[in-house]
């Protein structure tokens, strides 16, 4: 039997909302099919945040590997998607305990929207530092969510971020999961081999496990 595979990426296109500052998608054509030229070439220009993806601990660490030398063992396999929706501004663990059992896997994905929004979400919901480090303490080894951070937008301190850095966490953000039931899944989503940046789009997906 073929497994069902829920894509969780957003599309990524010139009006993608992205963190206030950052550089949105833009695409430009340098070579068009015609005469004399076989192919279409595009030229894309973006922040390695736009849209679904994993952020490096360069990001949050001034002597943080890159994304292209970071394990991808966090990246690929079994996960729990677990429902906060309206629970923010923060994630506490009351909001997920109910998810939480001794067959917790390494990766949970934690979803806060009804409906991902369109545009850039000023009063995103985020993880709590303390819900971070209790996952943590269970072994997960990976934390996503369906906002654009883990921290509030308006943090300077980056706590959430933080303890990932001390406890050595993977994350995702900007993750679709509005047609995601609890439960358990396969996840994949491989950043690019980028060897100087601080984070690298993916293609997130979510496969049943049988």
């Excluded at 340098?30 to 952020?55: F, K, Q, T, Y």
Aim: contains cysteine; glycine residues 8%; negative net charge.
């Amino acid at each position: 039997m073929t497994r069902q595979i829920w894509d969780i990426s957003p599309a990524i296109h010139p009006a993608a909302p992205v963190f206030p500052g950052d550089t949105p998608y833009s695409q430009e054509w340098v070579a068009n099919i015609g005469p004399g030229c076989p192919v279409n070439v595009s030229a894309i220009h973006l922040s390695p945040h736009v849209g679904a993806h994993a952020d490096a601990p360069l990001h949050y660490d001034p002597q943080g590997a890159a994304i292209g030398a970071v394990d991808l063992d966090a990246f690929l396999g079994p996960c729990r998607v677990i429902h906060a929706i309206g629970c923010g501004p923060l994630i506490e663990w009351r909001h997920i305990a109910h998810a939480i059992d001794a067959g917790l896997p390494a990766r949970v994905l934690v979803r806060t929207y009804e409906k991902a929004p369109t545009g850039w979400d000023a009063d995103l919901a985020a993880y709590a530092p303390e819900t971070v480090q209790k996952l943590a303490d269970l072994g997960v080894k990976l934390i996503g969510i369906d906002t654009a951070s883990i921290d509030p937008a308006s943090s300077k301190s980056l706590d959430s971020h933080m303890v990932i850095r001390q406890r050595g966490l993977r994350v995702l953000e900007n993750l679709v999961l509005d047609e995601v039931s609890e439960g358990d899944y396969e996840l994949i989503a491989l950043p690019l081999k980028l060897t100087e940046a601080d984070a690298s789009p993916v293609r997130a997906v979510l496969r049943s496990l049988r």
